[in-house]
């Protein structure tokens, strides 16, 4: 007989055939929906990943720009004033430059472009320039009809500019013959009418090293006019403008960025680049060069090896799971990293009032100084604008004659209080060997230019008043002219004698005036003067006499509390810009010693 089946295990079978294939395909729709989740968040990932390295790398290319044009800047701000009093002869000009050269090593090289026919005997044009070749500088009078500068927009820009400005990339086939560009100020003589133009050169050879180009990023740097600076393509550098590239190329590539780059933006975008999508991410070059830079990321080189590797499930998962792993320790990188900027931060800080209170302790703060001493009647204050200023004063009485300096170093912060720490040594050292005002000016000027590095130099102002006499001798280094306050208001006459620390070998010169009985000296740096109030006003040289013409019969103390408290209702709660540093020295009695 035949064996037939049971309708049962015919029934069990087709029910474990049905459930094999729906276990199959519910395998094989958790794999997919698992590789899709896993790619989906992949992809996430590497935009993630590509969008904080472009912020990074955005971030590192700024600053390492930043730390060369700050250099400059801050070397030519701070030497512009010495060049205006140096300029007086047509052959001071080039010691003066190749010492610009020689202790700026960013600069390529530096002219002095005069108004025509300033010098008479230099000619129409004169415009003498010193600029590097190879280990020598070399002198170059450049000016000429073929090299026309008053026609060059540097020249003229710089002519109506107020303080410094980068011009646009050029090539320098007048000097150093290669791509630079220029930081300009316009240079004033004593009647304060400008004659001329300070150009500094930075050549920027590097900036090819700095913008390396990557086969998975392209990078970009434009001029404040979108002329292409560095690009992937050599031939379109300097040639080529945004505004071009966008009429010339169909992609959104140059538009966007003409647009961003122009107004000076920052952010990112997608974009069609060689007709394929693609990513950039542009940021403004911070400073007064008006520069912007972009990194173009192209999609396909982006996800070049998830898409390789996407083919295989597995390989895909743990592609997954490792990039999740990378991008969770750059999470924990960059919080850990957080913390410790944080920790820096606080520890900074915490250094910058210990440099305070150190600071603060080095002038005196003891009044009456002198309980003794009823010949004069002393009091100072200084008010810095950060945690540390430049500002100083300080005073002591030798032999019957009292010697005090006031002064102002060029900038603010750690490297202006550090050289103020240096001047005030240099100042109690020097009067210990003599009492001479101009001689104490001269040594101290040769200690510190030997040492100034950094092109900081120093206002300053050393009298010696003889107690017994009231002949009062001192010597000023470039400082604010002090006041004598008695029953009329006088400012004092002052020669014209650089700052300290600019030339070694200048010679100060002295100046004497009798002070009577009853009368007060008044120091003051320019924190006074230029103290600014909510619509950018300056409290201003009239206004302070105005307002010692109120004081003449008060006590140092007295005169000093109510300037202090001028200033601080005219400033009216805005923050302020300088250190402001006063001292009152009143000659009440002549000594018998």
């Known amino acids: 007989m035949k064996k037939t089946d049971n309708p049962i295990n015919k029934a069990w079978r087709k029910l ?21 989740v896993q790619y989906y968040f992949a992809r996430n990932g ?10 990074s790398e955005l971030q590192v290319k700024n600053l390492e720009i930043q730390k060369v044009v700050s250099r400059v800047e801050t070397a030519v701000d701070n030497l512009h004033w010495a060049l205006e009093r140096s300029i007086v002869h047509p052959d001071s000009v080039y010691p003066i430059l190749r010492r610009i050269i020689a202790n700026n090593p960013d600069m390529t090289g530096c ?52 303080g410094g400005l980068w011009t646009e990339p050029y090539i320098d086939s007048a000097g150093s013959e290669g791509m630079v560009c220029t930081y300009t100020i316009p240079l004033r003589d004593a ?34 006019a979108g002329r292409l600076m560095v690009c992937p393509d050599s031939s379109m550098v300097m040639r080529v403008t945004l505004e071009e590239a966008a009429k010339h190329y169909n992609d959104t590539m140059a538009t966007q960025l003409k647009r961003a780059v122009l107004e000076g933006r920052q952010g990112s975008a997608e974009v069609k680049y ?138 603010k912060g750690v490297p202006a209080s550090l050289m103020m720490a240096v001047t005030r040594s240099l100042f109690r050292t020097v009067c210990n060997r003599t009492s001479s005002p101009e001689e104490i000016m001269n040594q101290m000027n040769s200690a510190m230019s030997e040492m100034n590095e950094n092109s900081i130099f120093v206002t300053l102002f050393v009298g010696n008043l003889d107690l017994k006499t009231g002949m009062l001798s001192y010597s000023n280094a470039a400082h604010c002219p002090p006041v004598l306050v008695n029953k009329t208001i006088a400012t004092l006459q002052m020669d014209s004698n650089i700052p300290l620390g600019v030339m070694a070998d200048w010679m100060y010169t002295r100046q004497e005036i ?67 540093t006063m001292l009152a020295i009143r000659y009440t009695k002549a000594s018998q010693k």
């Open 16 to 36: 474990q055939t049905r459930g094999g294939v729906l276990m199959l395909l519910t395998a094989a729709i958790l794999m997919q929906v698992g590789s899709a």
């Open 46 to 55: 590497i935009r993630n990943e590509v969008r904080q390295r472009a912020v």
């Open 111 to 162: 002219a002095i472009a005069f108004l025509p026919d300033y010098f008479p005997s230099k000619g129409y044009w004169y415009e003498p320039y010193v600029f590097r070749d190879g280990e020598s500088l070399v002198d170059k009078q450049i000016g000429s009809a073929e090299h026309n500068y008053l026609e060059m927009s540097w020249f003229v820009d710089g002519l109506a500019a107020e």
């Open 191 to 224: 009647s304060g009418r400008i004659v001329a133009v300070f150009g500094s050169d930075v050549s920027l050879d590097w900036l090819g090293d700095l913008f390396e180009q990557k086969a998975d990023v392209q990078t970009y740097l434009f001029s404040h």
């Open 274 to 411: 060689g007709g394929e999508k693609s990513y950039i991410y542009y940021s403004p070059v911070g400073g007064n060069t008006g520069w912007s830079m972009s990194l173009l990321f192209p999609d396909k080189e982006i996800y070049k090896g998830l898409h390789r590797v996407s083919e295989l499930l597995l390989l895909t998962m743990l592609l997954g799971l490792l990039l999740l792993a990378f991008i969770m320790w750059r999470t924990f990188r960059g919080i850990r990293k957080l913390g410790e900027v944080n920790a820096e931060k606080e520890r900074i800080g915490s250094e910058l009032k210990i440099a305070r209170d150190i600071q603060q302790g080095m002038l005196p703060k003891t009044f009456p100084p002198y309980p003794d001493c009823d010949e004069v009647a002393i009091y100072g204050s200084l008010v810095p604008a950060k945690e540390v200023g430049g500002d100083l004063y300080d005073f002591q009485i030798q032999n019957g004659h009292l010697l005090f300096c006031l002064g102002d170093v060029s900038g």
């Open 514 to 580: 009798h002070v009577g009985l009853d009368s007060t000296l008044f120091l003051y740096t320019d924190g006074l003067t230029e103290a600014e109030n909510s619509s950018h006003g300056q409290f201003g040289e009239e206004r302070m006499l105005a307002e010692l013409e109120k004081l003449t019969t008060a006590t140092p103390r007295n005169l000093i509390d109510h300037m202090s408290e001028v200033i601080q209702a005219f400033e009216s709660g805005v923050e302020q810009s300088d250190d402001l």
